[in-house]
């Protein structure tokens, strides 16, 4: 069962966060509460998002439509290292010719895209 944090919580969880910095992550829609029958609540990974666009936001004062963009980023980056996991584990079920062919194919195109 996933466990939800009032916003009351999570402020007092993480370092940096005040309510006025938290209403404004979740108006930039950086971070989405969830809504329960107490309100908004967040889960345990919204509180390490929150964390990380705390220091983000203090280490480089970044304002909160471009914290929304280094989020994003960092979401798609999160993404494609997921699908990378699962192809990878998918390759190393085929037969040892057809994992040859596949690496001799991504030496192949990761010489042409130096060039």
């Given at each position: ?87 990878i ?24 895209g130096?060039?």
């Amino acid at each position: 069962m996933t466990r939800h944090f009032s916003e009351t919580e999570a402020i007092a969880i993480l370092d940096g966060l005040d309510p006025r910095r938290l209403q404004g992550f979740v108006a930039a829609h950086v971070v989405n509460p969830v809504v329960t029958a107490q309100g908004a609540a967040f889960t345990e990974a919204d509180l390490a998002r929150l964390q990380l666009l705390c220091d983000l936001s203090d280490v480089y004062d970044l304002p909160d439509d471009v914290l929304g963009m280094v989020m994003s980023l960092i979401d798609q980056l999160n993404t494609a290292r997921g699908d990378m996991r699962a192809l990878i584990q998918a390759v190393a079920t085929e037969p040892d010719e057809v994992r040859g062919r596949i690496m001799a194919h991504v030496r192949s195109v990761r010489v042409i895209g130096k060039g």
